[in-house]
């Protein structure tokens, strides 16, 4: 029985391990341990029993953006549909709090858009927007703005939106 709920501090080991798995081919971006325990909040966790088998999280950005950020299953569990429930989780919590687009930065193309993720060039947002989010000192909004500076951890991935009901 697959149970989503909070992540909580005790589960940050297997949230490790788990975008460690990925992160050694590239298909996510490495965190250091200390920015998984800061962003806790943000994560979702997919439990079979004990075990954490799934991991997503979702990052507010603006008033009316968030990113869903590293989305995982462990590969054992992967194509069970654990992914699909997590990415459904996460799009409830961004609905709940008031942001109407969501933002991805993958290489699952396919997955993103069988949720109704298109993909998307530039930003989107404002001028005025844009300079404000140049202030944060987050990874994450440096790749969503396509800072320069983030250029080789964006290579390849895709840059995708969904529109919350």
Not at 38 to 60: K, N, P
Not at 137 to 162: C, H, I, Q, S, W
């Amino acid at each position: 029985m697959i149970t989503i709920r909070p992540a909580r501090t005790a589960d940050v080991r297997e949230i490790r391990t788990l975008i460690d798995s990925y992160s050694a081919d590239g298909s996510l971006l490495s965190k250091a341990t200390v920015t998984i325990f800061e962003g806790i909040q943000e994560f979702l966790v997919a439990t079979d029993g004990e075990r954490v088998i799934g991991c997503g999280a979702l990052h507010v950005m603006w008033e009316d953006l968030a990113e869903v950020r590293t989305l995982a299953v462990v590969p054992d569990r992967a194509n069970e549909g654990v992914g699909s429930q997590m990415l459904q989780h996460l799009l409830e919590k961004a609905r709940v709090l008031g942001t109407r687009r969501v933002f991805c930065l993958t290489f699952k193309k396919d997955f993103f858009g069988h949720h109704g993720f298109i993909e998307i060039g530039s930003p989107p947002v404002g001028h005025d927007v844009y300079e404000q989010m140049l202030q944060s000192y987050d990874e994450g909004v440096a790749e969503f703005l396509g800072l320069e500076r983030v250029k080789p951890n964006t290579l390849g991935n895709f840059r995708m939106l969904r529109e919350t009901p």
